[in-house]
Structures are given as C-alpha cells and as structure tokens.
C-alpha cells in the first residue's frame, strides 16, 4: 500500500513536491523531489534532540498548544531510526505501470469493493448529496489508501514526525506537519495514543496528512469527533470533501481509454495539450466505450507506457485525483478501481509487458547523455518530468521515431552509440 509518503499534503506547499507513491514508476514522479532532497542537506551540526524539542515546545506554545499537552504527548519521544531510513532510500528499480495497476486493481479488491459499496450505500449517497463525490470514487480511494480500512500503518504519528522535523529531509515541511498532528490532539479528534499512520505521518483510512487533516477532515457520523481512524463514514465524507475542494465535478468522468488513427502525432500525448472531447474526436482519438462526457470538456491524452501501450483521455476529475495524489499511476489506479466497482471494465488496449523499464541509474544515464547530446532534459535527477519528456521526444523526432517521451532502452542505447 502507498502508505510510505507523504501526499496530501502535495496541493498545499508546492516547495514539497514529495515523491508520490512507493509503487508508482518512476517516470511519474514529480521533478522537484531530489532536488529538495540536495538541498537541505546542509553542514550545521545537528542539535541534540533535547535542546531541539525545547526549541519545537516554545514554537508550539506560541502557535497555541497547551504546554502540558505537550509535555504529555512528547513524554519518552525519541528519534526512529527505521522513519530515517526509509526517508531517505531512493530505489533503483520501481514497478511499471501495468504492475501497479495489476495490483491496486486486482480482483479481490474489486470484489471487496463493490460489497462496501452495497453495504454503505445509504451513508455515501448522503455524502454525494453533500459534497458531489459519487461513490465508486470514493470507495476506490478507501480501497487504495488504507486497504478499506484494514491498513492505517502503525507507526505513531507524532514520533515519526518528530523524528523526521529533527533529522529529516525537508524539516521544515515536517515541523508544520508536526505543530499540525498537536493541533488535532489538542482538538480532542483522538487521543496521542491511537494517533499511528504511515512512517510518513499519513493517517487514518485515507491517510491524510496533518495539514490536510485540519482543512479536510469532518464529523459525518456526528459523534462530535473528525475520527478517520475509527470511523469510514468520517473518512469517506472527509475524501469527498477533499476532492470537493480540489475541483471535483459531479456526473463527469475521470476520464476514458481511447484508441489513435494510424500515423498519430505522438507529441499531443502530453499534460500540457489540453483539447475539448471535439477537438479530439476531430483528431481521430476514438473512446472504446460511450463515456457519458461532453464534447466541451477539457482533456488531456496520456500515454503511460509509451505509444505502445493504452492511451487514456484523462478530463478535469483526473486533476482533482492528482491533488489527492500526485502520481498518474495512482490516479489512472483510482479511476480503473472506480470503473470496475459499477461494472467489470477493463483495459482493452496491451501494455508492453516484455519491455524492461530503465532502472533509476540507466535513467540518470539517459539524461546526462541527453545534455551530452545537446538536448536539454534539465538536472540529472533520475526523474522524468516535463524537460526530459520535451528533451526525449526532440531527440525521438531527429531520429523518426514516434515522439511519444517515453523513456526505453532502445533510446539509451541509441545515445550510447552516439
Ligand atoms: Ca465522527
């Protein structure tokens, strides 16, 4: 489960652009992640862990927190060398996208699914009248989050974010997050003891992260608490609520998979070519099935495997999921889960499976060779964002190839031989 990093905390501080998603590849994570890691790796010696909590105890009390709940929350608290780890592992290999989706989308979790689905029936559409969520969504997001519930992580939450405010990349980001996590227990949502998650501080059955927890998190069951822990009908209302603030619109898709006419330009297959559903049509980018959507609403084409793989139009909802999460992996996850709980639904088009996806070496290979070669994919993170997409498909367009972006072998091959 993506339970490891940090994400809904991603629409809020843009400098934070987290590494999504533990099984995403990838060529789906956003630019800004090493970069940020580089950067705050700074000379100072570090401060011992006392005289940093003294420090941390008068910013709380400043910000409002009561100092005996402080006292009391931060009783026994030590660094968690295990939360340091993994913050700052960085895999050589991530899964391809099919795998992924094999996965967040398998059988069992579509059958489990569509019995929650049934049996809160009464209480998500409750939810859809309130906040214009529909359910198939949010169950898929329950579904991906936490396992329905049965996987909210077990780290405590303020340890971990204490552990990574003092000796964590990004401490910045993790001290708002932690001032955040002693706001709701000073709230009285849940007690220090219950309050576990992700070794990131994500928490509950949506694992949501402090900040987003105190703009997002409601009471739905109306016990008086916002408890995403205890409670699905808090998690699923404070997901919809979520999503609502993200732009979510009611009755459109999240997007389609489509087909291409023969001799397609691969290079509108990008997240900045955003066209109506006419303009498309006009293109020759057929949907497999009728979608319901209108021919003005605004989509983007993507193709997440290259042009030898499905291609999706994706509209505007798929943006609000990216805002949950910023990995299209994810999303495109969420919204084959969502499809799935109504009616079985698949992926028509076939996915490269034989292709061996560059390991995060070769792709920092790939990119130096690029810049070698007089291309500019930016710096050689190992990441591929818009620069390398756009230095890709320049290179894949001198050579004739389709110019889909899409980093394989073949390419870094090519530009060995160079
Ligand atoms: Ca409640």
Redesign the pocket.
Known sequence: MPHQFPRRALALLPLLLLAACAQAPAENLPTAAPQAAAQTTVEEPLASFADWRRALRSEAIAAGIDAALFDRVFAGVTPDPAVLKADSSQPEFTRPVWEYLDGAVSSSRIGRGRVLLAQHSLVLQRIEQQYGVEAPILVAIWGLESNFGNNIGSHSVIRSLATLAYDGRRQGFWRVQLLAALQILQNG?ITSDRMIGSWAGAMGQTQFMPTTYNQHA??????????LW??S??ALASAAHYLQASGWQRGQPWGFEVSLPGGFDYSLADPEQRRSLAEWAELGVRPLAPTGAAANARASLQLPAGHRGPAFLLLDNFRSILKYNNSTSYALAIGLLADNLLRPSEVKGQWPRGERQLGRSERVELQELLTNAGFDPGPADGIIGANTRKAIRALQLQLNWPADGYPTTELLQQLRAR
């Open positions: 949502d409601v009471d739905f069951d109306g016990d008086g608490k916002r408890d205890g409670s009908t808090d």
